[in-house]
């Protein structure tokens, strides 16, 4: 089987995850992946290759000196279906306006980044889905890489633990990972775009959830008395510092977002999250979150406006600062391979994030696959196959 057969055969299958479902892995589907990938890691000489109750993937392959962790994660995202994905294979795209097969069209006005993939083959979807190239890219690069040392076994490589996880786009990856069964010195998750890349520093995040309720009077007779939940909560998104929300920001650059509000005069609900790279920038929003409360409460005293506010995830860069080695590794790994690479920053979160809190420190690659979560999500397949022999060189 080639390279890239590999990962056209995980995108077939449906493995996306479910926000609403309280359960792990939330969707039963995801195991029909983990089933699969557990009957190939047993072919390839992972011999205690296995599923856990909660769908994780771990297995282990022998070898010497120090052990490499390669972490993917099997579900797709949630914004568009990833049932009856239909890959495209481009060869060789000669630049302009690419047509998927149900009559949508990626053009590079719209995504500018096509111009960096002229002359590559691209996979593409049919535009009535995404195509799951995150991650399943990343898996597909970790089983070749695998197979490489299957084929060859000559060749010498460290001893690998491999980990495929279930629910990461539902930020639940590391809910029931287990670190024991890792047990490597630092790993890597292969879910990244930029092949050039090391992603080793993310968000601090919160996400926030208010209350406001108001004082319902019959509003004939509301004169000093009715307080409406609604314009409280439009209060207290005017007393948030301006100009910072996604919208306004990139870069390094912090943000507040209204995720949700509903409600009615009387009762009124907001959820917000919270983004901010530097441990006090983030301490510093969450602050003016709370005295944004703190004012409407005051404003309103016969109203109840309540705040209930929880970290979510950290930036993960002081924790791989304290093992340079991993970010060494995966430089040299890169530029064996004619690359030069960059540190880079995640505006978003990963499961890297919280491993590298709880010690495992989980630095970034990218799989040569962009535009993630939608429709127009494509694999430059040039760039994908380079991964995998940069995979084979870290685990060297
Ligand atoms: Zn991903």
Redesign the pocket.
Known sequence: MDRLEIFIRYVKIDTQSDDTTGKTPSTEKQKNLGVLLVHELLELGLTDAHMDEWGNVYGHLPGKGSRIGLNA?MDTALEVTGANVKPHLIKKYLGGTIKLANGLEMSPEEFPILNNHIGHDLVVTDGNTLLGA??KA?IAIIMNALRYYHDNPDLKHSNISVCFTVD??IGEGPLHFDYRKMKAKYAYTI?GSDIDKIECENFNAYGASITFKGVSIHPGEGKNKLVNAINLANEFINNLPQNETPFESEGKQGFFHITSLEGNSELATLTMIIRDFKDKGIEKRVDAVKNAVKKVQQAHPTALVEINIKKQYVNMRKYVDRKPMAIKRAKNALKANGINPSLGSIRGGTDGATFSKNGLITPNLGTGSYN?HGRFEFLDVQEYEKMIDVVIELVK
């Open positions: 994660h995150d991650d990343g990461e786009e879910d993630h």
